[in-house]
Structure formats: structure tokens, C-alpha cells
């Protein structure tokens, strides 16, 4: 089966920009995480969706975040405007059931100048 | 709240040698126990996982991991460190309540020849 995709891979942006990272899990997959690090620390939690619904934002770090999964399929985060901050790797993982490992996408790394 | 801690954020091993990757936990609740690794340029890979039921788990790639809820510990281990097991390795603990995976800082590992 093909595995969690993410894309862009990379991207650079200007401080003030807008950016939009998607995630496309493995099909049939009810859950979707978003993850991120930032360079030298942890991997953070930053939400969870079960299909189409927001099951867990906590881990957002402020309104310039924005996450959409429409449909249930695939989801979007955007970050508008982006800041030197955000730059880091961002990944998406999902899984069928809760309590499962997940699978994890490459992540997209972000640099933000 | 829960955290994990993972001791040494670079171990260096012979091949050949013993693989011991230190990892603590604490959690309000029975956790969800897990390690991934991360080769470069890849995503997230997990290893292993204990939910509930035997503490000792075995993992992909020769590596087994023990839960000692004594110690509040679940440490990876590899009797022989193969060249191809450099990378980084991380532990992550989840609330069985709110799925989230909380993740250790994380442990690169490299191995000599």
C-alpha cells in the first residue's frame, strides 16, 4: 500500500508569506496527525483529526496556523504569515485505528528566511 | 502531563557491539510505549510499540525494548549494532485517552566500524 505522502518536500519562504503543506495518508486511514520539530528539540504534537473532524488542536501554537482535512482524505496546514520560528520539519502521520503506531510521512522541511 | 526523557542525545557503538538506548517516562495513566527511527532523509519509522500484555517487545531490525513500570522505563536494546542501524531514534509515550504522541528529544546513533 502506498505509504503517507507529504509535499513539498522542501520549501523556502520569506518572513510575512504565506505557505500551504499537505498531507495525504494511507487510504482508509480515519486518523491524521500533524507533527512538528523544530531544529535541536522534540518532535511536537500539534493536532489530530478524525476524518474530517478536529479530534485534538492543543498542540497549535498560535492563529497563524490553520489545518484543514476537507472531505476526510487529505489535509492542508497553513501558516499565514509565516515567522522565523516556524521554520522546521513538519509531519503528518495517520493511522486506522487510535491506540495504533502510526505511520509517518517524510515531513516537509520548511525554512523560513 | 506526561514527558519523556532520553538519555544521551549521541551514542557511538562498535559494529558488533550491544545497543542500549536509554529511555524514561512518566505518564498519569497505563502508557502506549513506542520507539521509531528516523534514517536520513526519511520519515519516521516505528519499531516497535507495548500497549499492554507481555513487557518485553520485539521490533523490526533485531531490536526489542523492555517495559519496567518499576523503573518507569522502556529502553531499546540490539544485541549487535549493524552498520546500517545508524540513525536517530526516538521514544514516544501516548495517553490512551488523548492518542497525542509525546516524543523524547531523541538519539542519534552511530555506529564504527
Known amino acids: 500500500e502506498a505509504g503517507v505522502t507529504q509535499f513539498p518536500s522542501h520549501s523556502v519562504i520569506e518572513k510575512g508569506q504565506t505557505v500551504t503543506l499537505r498531507c495525504d495518508p494511507i487510504?482508509?486511514?480515519?486518523?491524521l496527525y500533524w507533527y512538528r520539530r523544530v531544529m535541536g528539540k522534540e518532535i511536537k504534537f500539534l493536532l489530530h483529526?478524525?476524518?474530517?473532524?478536529?479530534?485534538?488542536e492543543s498542540g497549535m501554537p498560535n492563529n497563524r496556523f490553520l489545518a484543514e482535512r476537507t472531505g476526510g482524505t487529505y489535509s492542508t496546514l497553513k501558516v499565514q504569515p509565516a515567522e522565523l520560528e516556524d521554520s522546521g520539519v513538519y509531519f503528518c502521520?495517520?493511522?486506522?485505528?487510535?491506540?495504533?503506531?502510526?505511520?509517518f510521512g517524510s515531513g516537509t522541511r520548511l525554512t523560513v528566511v | 502531563a506526561q514527558s519523556v526523557t532520553q538519555l544521551g542525545s549521541h551514542v557511538s557503538v562498535s559494529e558488533g557491539a550491544l545497543v542500549l538506548l536509554r529511555c524514561n517516562y512518566s505518564?498519569?495513566?497505563?502508557?502506549?510505549l513506542f520507539w521509531y527511527v528516523q534514517y536520513p532523509n526519511q520519515g519516521l519509522q516505528l519499531l516497535l510499540k507495548?500497549?499492554?500484555?507481555?513487557?518485553l517487545v520485539k521490533g523490526i531490525n533485531g531490536f526489542e525494548a523492555e517495559f519496567k513500570k518499576s523503573e518507569t522505563s522502556f529502553h531499546l536494546t540490539k544485541p549487535s549494532a549493524h552498520m546500517s542501524d545508524a540513525a536517530e531514534y526516538f521514544c514516544?509515550?501516548?495517553?490512551?485517552?488523548?492518542?497525542?504522541?509525546?516524543f523524547g528529544s531523541g538519539t542519534r546513533l552511530q555506529v564504527q566500524p
Open positions: 487510504s482508509g486511514h480515519d486518523n
Open positions: 507495548y500497549t499492554t500484555g507481555a513487557t
Open positions: 483529526f478524525v476524518k474530517e473532524s478536529k479530534q485534538d
Open positions: 514516544a509515550v501516548s495517553d490512551t485517552g488523548r492518542r497525542a504522541l509525546t
Open positions: 505518564s498519569s495513566v497505563p502508557p502506549y
Open positions: 502521520a495517520s493511522s486506522p485505528r487510535t491506540g495504533d503506531g502510526y505511520t
